[in-house]
Nanobody, 121 residues
Framework: QVQLVESGGGLVQPGGSLRLSCAASGRIFSINVMGWYRQAPGKERELVASITSGGNTAYVDSVKGRFTISRDNAKNTVTLQMNSLKPEDTAVYYC???????????????WGQGTQVTVSS
């Protein structure tokens, strides 16, 4: 079992910045992909950004050029730097990871508890 613990959410004015962090712990042999999802009230959860163990990244179009995802494989952490925040970025942000418990085992998905990001003046 893997636990994902997020930190860094909060209230920020439009144009401001926030940094979200997520630390994975538990039975981990490797983490294939880590990412951040978000869910706004009345909307479906969407993938914001993801990063593979090799450093390949992907972003939803609405955050390209404003958000940057990074990870530390040695520490099993992932970070989302969010700049030029807009009111439409307001949502609960969830950390996500696909990990394997031992060599050769099938990867499984884990979720963090979520952290609120509110962009408002």
């Amino acid at each position: 079992q893997v636990q994902l613990v997020e930190s860094g959410g909060g209230l920020v004015q439009p144009g401001g910045s926030l940094r979200l962090s997520c630390a994975a712990s538990g039975r981990i042999f490797s983490i294939n992909v880590m990412g951040w999802y978000r869910q706004a009230p009345g909307k479906e959860r969407e993938l914001v950004a993801s990063i593979t163990s090799g450093g390949n990244t992907a972003y939803v179009d609405s955050v390209k050029g404003r958000f940057t995802i990074s990870r530390d494989n040695a520490k099993n952490t992932v970070t989302l730097q969010m700049n030029s925040l807009k009111p439409e970025d307001t949502a609960v942000y969830y950390c996500n990871a696909w990990s394997s418990a031992w060599f050769g085992s099938l990867p499984y998905e884990s979720w963090g508890q979520g952290t609120q990001v509110t962009v408002s003046s």
